[in-house]
Structure formats: structure tokens, C-alpha cells
């Protein structure tokens, strides 16, 4: 039986709001995604080293410790295909965040922006393994 389901995607998801989490990690799972969460870049490279298999990771900008482009930069040294897509209520991103980033999200859109944004990362990465 196992063979005709196709596996529910993992995601990655950085965010020092935990309710923001929570609520992510719901709207996420309903939508088919196995979802890992992580509180801080720290957090989140010790969760990305573990899981090889993370299809797409959504990432916030301002976090205490490790910014998210400091963490997006660490994450493509260790997994350079790995996608990220940035969630963040920051306007002015820097452009070195924006080029390594998949796609960018502005936090508190439709949630359908993000679903969307979310399959399409997915769906393009799975086209290309």
C-alpha cells in the first residue's frame, strides 16, 4: 500500500513567536505538510542538520541571537538546494536575504498567499530531485 501515497512534505518553520508557530504549524498540517518548528536559528540548524529531508523552510527576519538571513546563510553552506521562503512583517529585506530566499511572504497575508507560495516551492522542488 505504501507505495501509492506520495510522502507528506516537511517544512521547516523559524519564528521566536511561539503563537505564530502554533498557528502555522496547524494551518500547515491541515494542508497535508508534516511541519517542524523551530523557536530559534540555533534551534533551527540543529533541526535542518538532523532532517535531511526538509523540503522548504519558512523563515522569519527578527529573531534574538541569529537574524534570518545570518541562519539562511549558515543553512545553504550545509544544504544548498535546500528552499527557503521568508515570512516577515519586514518591508525593507536585505538583498542578500531576498537572493537567497525562493520566495518572500509578507507576514499577516491572506493564508492562502502562504499555502500557495508554499505548494508551488514544494511542487518545484519535488519536479527537480
Keep these: 500500500m505504501s507505495g501509492h501515497f506520495r510522502e507528506r512534505p516537511t517544512l521547516l518553520c523559524v519564528d521566536d513567536e511561539a503563537e505564530i508557530l502554533t498557528l502555522r504549524k496547524i494551518m500547515l498540517e491541515s494542508s497535508g505538510y508534516t511541519v517542524l518548528t523551530a523557536g530559534s536559528g540555533v534551534e533551527a540548524l540543529k533541526i535542518a542538520t538532523e532532517n535531511r529531508g526538509i523540503a522548504l523552510v519558512l523563515l522569519d527576519y527578527l529573531m534574538p541571537q541569529m537574524r534570518g538571513d545570518d541562519l539562511a546563510a549558515r543553512l545553504k553552506e550545509e544544504q544548498p538546494n535546500l528552499p527557503i521562503l521568508i515570512v516577515s ?35 518545484e522542488r519535488g519536479e527537480r530531485t
Excluded: C, R, W
Excluded at 525562493?102 to 498567499?113: F, L, M, N, R, S
Design 89 to 123: 512583517a519586514v518591508h525593507n529585506l536585505p538583498e542578500s536575504f531576498l537572493g537567497m530566499a525562493a520566495g518572500y511572504v509578507q507576514k499577516g497575508e491572506d493564508p492562502t498567499i502562504l499555502l500557495s507560495k508554499v505548494a508551488e516551492i514544494v511542487q
